[in-house]
């Protein structure tokens, strides 16, 4: 009896064994069962994380209430056309985000390209992804084209479940969703030390993607939060010195700052590659605030927040 018992538990612990090798070979990515990352796009292949509750969405949404109304067919301010543009991805700074995406809802463009940092530095330098994004108003679709064309040229790796855990997208697509439900994305997440070369490449592979007769309009926003963990006066101070950079296309210095400064100088030289490619060599400052400002604490550690804006 025993003998038998025995037999009965090596076959148990072995068919373990065997399923557990099995599930190895698939990965799970925010709800989503693949094996690898080489399958096809379908309509049910999209990430899941909520980086943004429906609860929160509304309350942003309705703190921009009644600004920049009635101004159909123009951009705000006497704007042209927006190129490119820098937006907070910490959810504190929402009503910013809502508010920069209500002013880019007025030129109505069909894709965005939205490039943030890898905070967790884990993976290949540059990431993108096929997966479309599920928001609490419904599905932001990832341009499979375009997406497509960076992964063939060997610009990008796919990893769906480094970039659907990443803040930096997942904080903004839902903004994207309420104010632009047509437009579709292009992902991008890039370690710190990604070069101007490297973004040069990228964004040519992106616009020449997009050539043709069924060119769309294109926006690259980089979603960059800027000073980290000072206190309010000293890091306003490096915020000056960050602009003063921005402001002169010094790409050398903003890869001299560290997170005192900003998270990511890799997204933001995206931005100005962008605006330099279109001629547009000044920007306008929509909003410029900190944690600080916005919990009404002078005491905290802060995080600086700019939306800014470069149009032709």
């Known amino acids: 009896m025993r003998t038998v018992r025995r037999k009965i538990i090596v076959f148990i612990v072995a068919f373990i064994v065997v399923l557990s090798a099995c599930a190895c070979g698939l990965k799970t990515t ?25 609860q929160q969405l509304k309350e942003f949404i309705l703190q921009t209430e009644g600004q920049y109304e009635g101004i159909e067919g123009e951009c705000y ?15 504190l700074a929402g009503e910013l ?15 965005i ?16 992804g096929l997966y479309d994004w599920q928001t609490p108003e419904g599905i932001v679709n990832t341009q499979q084209d375009i997406v497509s064309g960076l992964l063939d040229k060997g610009l990008a790796a796919r990893d769906e479940e480094v970039l659907g855990s990443e803040h930096s997208i997942g904080v903004v697509v839902p903004f994207l969703k309420h104010y632009l439900p047509d437009a579709e994305i292009v992902p991008l997440i890039l370690h710190r030390d990604v070069s101007v070369t490297e973004v040069d490449k990228i964004l040519e592979a992106v616009l020449s993607e997009n050539e043709g007769a069924a060119r769309k309009s294109v926006v ?7 000073s980290h963990y000072l206190p309010q006066n000293e890091a306003e101070r490096r915020d000056e010195e960050t602009l003063d950079a921005i402001r002169y296309f010094d790409y ?30 000044s920007f306008e400052i929509v909003d410029h605030t900190n944690s600080g ?20």
């Open 293 to 312: 400002r916005i919990l009404q604490n002078d005491a905290i550690e802060t995080t600086s927040y700019f939306t800014l804006v470069y149009a032709e």
């Open 77 to 91: 301010k006497g704007f042209g056309e927006i190129c490119s543009g820098v937006l907070p991805h910490h959810l």
């Open 220 to 226: 690259v926003l980089g979603s960059v939060d800027f």
């Open 97 to 111: 985000i809502a508010r920069f995406m209500k002013i880019l809802a007025l030129q109505e463009p069909e894709i």
């Open 113 to 128: 390209v939205i490039v943030g940092p890898n905070h967790k530095h884990v993976g290949e330098r540059v990431i993108t």
């Open 30 to 54: 925010n709800g989503s069962l693949e094996r690898g990352f080489d399958v096809e796009h379908n309509a049910a292949s999209a990430h899941i994380e909520v980086f943004v509750t429906d």
């Open 252 to 281: 050398p210095a903003l890869y001299r700052f560290g997170s005192d400064h900003l998270d990511s100088p890799a997204s933001l030289s995206f931005v100005l590659r962008t605006a330099e490619k279109n001629g547009v060599m």
